[in-house]
Structure formats: C-alpha cells, structure tokens
C-alpha cells in the first residue's frame, strides 16, 4: 500500500528483514560547486538500488507504467529528526500528467512553458516525420537503380566499341598491305562511318540516360534542399523553446540559492533539462530540508535506444551533469556508512522476491548490452561500444546488428553516419562516428596521419617483466586465415605500440596501451608476441584463462574538432 505523503519509509520498498552486507557505492552524482571549486558527491549505494528494486516491483504490478518508457528515480533522504525517508520521481510527464500523488512535483516553471512545449514537441515530430520520409524519398533508390542500369549499359558498349576499333584498325593494316587508289580510299571511308556510328550510338545512350536520371535528380536534388532547411528549422524551433524553458525554470541548492537554468547555463542545454528525475528530487529536498544519502535512476517500460528496463543509469551527460555541481551545493557530507542490518518498520512494498535477486548477476548483467552516447554534436557522435558488438554490420543476415545498425535506426540522419574508424567486436570503448561526409573526411585524415591520440587500457594474463616501453612488430594478415594476425618481418606492415604496466592485480598484470598505428589486432599482437602474455580472454592468440570477455578497452580518444576548431578529449571508464 502507497503512502499518500511524498516521504515514504524505506519499509514501502524493501522487506523489513532486508539487510545490505555490500555497502560499496556503485556510482557517484558528482559536480563542483561553482562557489568553492569543490567537488561533491553523492553515491548510488547498495541501499538504495535495493529501494529502487521495490519501486520496480510496484511498477510491474500496475500496467500504467508499461505503456511508456521513461526514467524513475528514488532519493533516499534524511529530516531534520534524523529519520531516513524515500521520496522518488519520474522524467517528464507520467501518462500525460505533470503532478501526480505521491510522486516529487515538477520543478516551478513547468505549468509556464506546458503549452509551449507541447506545440513545439508536436512540430518538432512533425519535422522529423517529414525528413524521414524526405530521406526515404522513392525516387532516390529509383535513381540509383537506373543510374546502375546505364552505368552498366555503357560499360558492354565501351568495351563492345572498344573490340571493334581493335579490329578496324587491324582491317586498315591489311587494306593498307592488298589495296590502292580509289578501293583503299573506300574501304578506308567505310570503317569511319563505322567509327563514327560508334559515336553516334554511345552519345545517343547518354541522352536516353540524362533524359530518365536529370528529372529524379531533381527531385532528388529538391529533397536535400528541404532537408536543409527542415533541419534548420528544427534547430531554431528547438533553441527558441530551450531559451524560453530555461528562462522559467528555477531551481534551488542545498545553500538556499535560486537560479533559472538559463542563468546556470546561458550557453543553452537540450530540451528536457529540469525534467529528468535528479534535479527533480534534489531540488525537493532543498526546497523541504531534506538531507540527501544516496540516489538512483532506472529505466522502466519499453526501451528506447539503449535503455533497458530494470537498468540503473548515471546523470545523462547532456542535462543532467551540468547542473549536478549547483545542485549539490550546500550539501553537508554524509558520515561512513555502517552495516544497515535489519530495518525496524514493516507495512512493506512487495513480498515477492524480486528485491532479495538485486545483484546484476541474478539479472543477466544486461549492464554492457547496448551502445551508449558519450559526446554527440550535429557533426559527430562517440559512442561507448560495449564488449561484443559489432562496430558495423557484417555481410549476413546474423551479423547485421551493430553500433552503426543501432543508430542508424535511432537517429532521423542516421543514414549519414559514416564511421570514422573501427573497433573489434570483442573490444569494448569509444567509437567515433561521423553525421556527414565532410566531417568524415577530416577526421579520417587524422587518423591516417596518426594526429589522434588513442589509450587502451587490457588485462594481461600473466606477468609482465619490463614496466614500460615500446613494441615495434611488422603486422601480416594471412588471407587464408583471417582475421588473425601474425609477425611477418618480409610481408608484415610496420606496427608501433607504446605500453605501461598500470598496477599488479594478483597473477594478472594492468597494462596501458598507447597504439601509434592503427593495425587490426595490433594491441592483441603485440601484448601476445611482444610481452610474451595474452590479453585475458584473448582466445584467438591462446588466452586458456576463464574470462567472460576481451579485457581490452578504448578508454580515451583525443583528436582535433575540424567544425569547432579546439581539440576533444573523450573518455569511457573502463568497465572490468
């Protein structure tokens, strides 16, 4: 049974007999505050994942939270008494509505923007069906069809004109060789007619051609335009409704301060900022004196992109992160936690035994399932892929899913993406993506110039002897036996990796890898060859260890923005 107040114990959640052995923190909300430069956290603890677990056994026992996907939060929050308490919230609206019992309020300046919102997110949708439909214009795939055809046309003419002027030219030796006068004169004058209506013929076809394919380029042609300018509008409408959103909504800190989020970030955030469940709930607990313990955020419903229902997620890096620092400020640090134990109340949640199979063991550890965005502009995406997908579709039909399939199902432009280079599908880290060609073009030319700056960070299964240095091993690819590579001091193409014993973990040794080429499986290589140990999971180059995956990671990525003109330092923990 719910509680009518927003503060509800923490029996509502899980069993009264619940106890929390492991009190490692899995995740911090972290932010410095603008005021002192001080960095504050607050940790995503056992507890409260445990919390967060009960809520999601209430929401799967009511079908008005499955017919959307969204994100939920639960903050576990200390009074002025000192008594703990629970209060949670979701992203944006909840069937429709802003404000429903029991749940945190959205924060003030919502209800002045509702309309707003709503007509611009339906004109937003509108744009986007628009360009879909834009970019899967018919006559497009029409074009490149005939386009094909006459390509292929011409090419049996040229080589067939080509087989004929080969023989002309030896008919006009042997006319040269038998005849004279007059008969030479016309035997000569009727292979160029023939020459000739070689000509006539082949002009003749690139007219039927430019005829059929001018008009659909046209059209083709008019569809880009529109998209242009579609995309152009979104921007505008998009930036017109975030100025007017972040001009209302206020938002206050544990300091007592109140600040609009235009004044936060007069630079502008995405549509959305202040609708997510963390500032949500800490702005409550600001506003109601309220301490905050511990925080955690899950996806439940249908998925989306790469949400999964029952997963716990950090602070989106786009609305959520930049405001974290303000947020926590003011916030008193919370004590050394101590074993929870049994929690004395009862009058709980759920009795089933969802909350006792927390750990993402018992889930499946869908965790590293699905691809996540680090860094997106309008030129480029870096994606954090995880360990066993494919950087880009396979040639069959099973091996089609991948990081690019993914967006490009996503994202309205996702048939521009062009991925800028590749990753193995056993290695997890950043990928990057470019939206254009352009784009591509210069970020490609930085990594065949060696101008991008990559760290892998691997675990190795065995002992290293030396702590630094530099491996330099020739790479071949036997084509009889791809895709694994060997040394080939004759055939082999110059490969060249830096590398740093980072620490000793029991029989396993950390490494960081600095590639200064780009070789396929030039790190795998070169920890098994050049260090004399495999990567620990590496069964391709004799890895007998028991591991669950690859232990190699792309974990930083430095390169040169060509449209923003300042160098990107992107990172991606690492996940083992």
Known sequence: MLYCSLLSPISDFIDCHFAVN????????????????ELLRLPRTALIEAIARGLMNYLDRDERYANEGKMYGVLLVELPSGEQRVIKAFSGLLNSQSVVEGWVPPIPGRE????????????????KQEIIAL???????????????FAQQLQVMSDRHRECRYQRQAQRQILGETLTGEVFAL????????????????????????AVLQ????????????????????????RQLQTEMHAAYSLMNFFGQSLTLQQLMPDGLPTGTGDCCAPKLLHYAATHHLKPL??????????????????????????????????LSGMKPNPPLTNVGCLQSCGKWDEGDRGDKGDKEDRGDKGDRGEKIIYQDEWLIAVNKPAGLLSVPGRYRDTQDSVLSRLRNLLADGMNLVPVHRLDQETSGILLIARDRHT????????????????????????????????ELPLWGNPQNRPYQQVDWQHGKPSITQFQVIAKEGEYTRVEF?????????????????????????????????????????????????????????QAKTPF
Request: proline residues 3%; hydrophobic residues 40%; contains cysteine.
């Open 215 to 238: 008009p659909l380029q046209q059209l083709i042609t008019a569809a880009d335009t529109k998209i242009r300018e579609l995309k152009q509008q979104r921007k505008t409408l998009s």
């Open 514 to 570: 600095i590639p200064l080429t780009g070789r396929t499986h030039q790190l795998r290589v070169h920890a098994a060859v050049g260090l004399g140990v495999v990567i620990l999971g590496d069964r391709l180059y004799g890895c007998n260890a028991g591991a669950n995956r690859l232990h190699l990671h792309a974990r930083e990525l430095s390169f040169y923005h060509p449209l923003l003109a300042k160098t990107l330092h992107l």
């Open 135 to 149: 970019q899967q214009l018919p006559e497009q795939q029409q074009y490149e069809i005939l386009s094909a055809e």
């Open 294 to 327: 511990a925080m955690a955020e899950f996806w439940w419903g249908k998925s989306s992109g790469d949400k999964v229902q029952g997963e716990f997620y950090e602070a989106c890096a786009e609305r959520c992160q930049p405001l974290m620092g303000f947020l």
């Open 22 to 37: 492991n009190l490692s923190f899995n995740y911090y909300y972290e932010g410095h505050c603008p005021q002192t430069g």
């Open 440 to 471: 591509h073009s210069h970020l490609s030319q930085q990594f065949q110039q060696r101008q991008v700056h990559k760290v892998y960070e691997a675990i190795l299964a065995g002992a290293v002897t030396q702590n630094q240095g530099v491996i």
């Open 187 to 210: 035997a000569l004058a009727e292979l160029d007619e023939a020459s000739r209506k070689d000509g006539i013929e082949r002009r003749q076809l690139k007219r039927q051609r430019d």
């Open 112 to 127: 002045a923007v509702a309309l707003s919102e709503a007509e611009a997110l339906t004109k937003l949708e509108a744009i």
